[in-house]
């Protein structure tokens, strides 16, 4: 348990040291679209699970933009209570956060009003991966409970290049990702 902490520890700050090093031209233009194969991959009418970027997560507005304005239903993660299993709310405005409102856990979430989706797809945030598709997030698992819970979805990661590792402490409960999106590249094959 203590490696995880630690790596999540080290990776935070490395993400950090590389995203504040970005000019702010930069990092307004990076990832503001999903690169062709993935935009192929998933198919007008399906629904995008996405998360609200803070800090220096890989950014995601973007993304949620272009999916929207091509046919694809966008979703946030939405928490009832800091106990309750994570579900995803539709976000209907990505060019703002009118709607949206401070999760039990302080992130930006859909309001109770938004309507209940099941992504068919959902691009999810990470602390560090590999080229493989292992990924390290946070440490709560709530991604990982909820892709157990739904194994029909497509689980895709999003980050900065800088957050590649050689290999992560892998647990059986532990989703592996079908591909990871960064500024530069593509890891992994979509079909």
Same mark, same amino acid.
């Given at each position: 348990?203590?490696?995880?902490?630690?790596?999540?520890?080290?990776?935070?700050?490395?993400?950090?040291?590389? %995203?504040? +090093?970005?000019?702010?031209?930069?990092?307004?233009? =990076?990832?503001?679209?999903?690169?062709? !194969?993935?935009?192929?991959?998933?198919?007008?009418?399906?629904? =995008?699970?996405?998360?609200?970027? %803070?800090? /220096?997560?890989?950014?995601?507005? #973007?993304?949620?933009?272009?999916?929207?304005?091509? #046919?694809?239903? !966008?979703?946030?993660?939405?928490?009832?209570?800091?106990? /309750?299993?994570?579900?995803?709310?539709?976000?209907?405005?990505?060019?703002?956060?009118? #709607?949206?409102?401070?999760?039990?856990?302080?992130?930006?979430?859909?309001?109770?009003? /938004?309507?209940? $989706? =099941?992504?068919?797809? %959902?691009?999810?945030?990470?602390?560090?991966?590999? /080229?493989?598709?292992?990924?390290? #997030?946070?440490?709560?698992?709530?991604?990982?409970?909820?892709?157990?819970?739904?194994?029909?979805?497509?689980? !895709?990661?999003?980050?900065?290049?800088?957050? $590649? =590792?050689?290999?992560?402490? !892998?647990?059986?409960?532990?989703?592996?990702?079908?591909?990871?999106?960064?500024?530069?590249?593509?890891? +992994?094959?979509?079909?």
């Amino acid at each position: 348990m203590n490696e995880k902490h630690d790596l999540r520890a080290r990776l935070r700050e490395v993400r950090k040291g590389h %995203v504040t +090093g970005l000019p702010a031209a930069t990092r307004a233009l =990076v990832l503001m679209r999903p690169p062709a !194969v993935l935009a192929r991959a998933i198919p007008e009418g399906a629904t =995008v699970g996405l998360y609200h970027a %803070v800090g /220096a997560e890989a950014p995601t507005r #973007g993304f949620a933009r272009w999916f929207q304005e091509n #046919g694809r239903k !966008v979703a946030l993660p939405w928490f009832a209570t800091r106990e /309750a299993g994570m579900a995803f709310r539709e976000w209907r405005d990505p060019w703002n956060d009118d #709607g949206l409102v401070p999760g039990p856990f302080a992130m930006p979430q859909p309001g109770d009003d /938004a309507g209940a $989706l =099941v992504p068919d797809w %959902v691009i999810v945030p990470l602390l560090g991966f590999t /080229a493989a598709g292992d990924r390290l #997030g946070q440490g709560a698992g709530h991604y990982d409970r909820w892709l157990a819970a739904h194994p029909g979805a497509r689980a !895709v990661g999003l980050a900065w290049d800088c957050q $590649l =590792v050689e290999t992560l402490p !892998v647990e059986p409960h532990d989703r592996p990702l079908e591909a990871v999106v960064t500024p530069t590249r593509l890891y +992994g094959e979509l079909a």
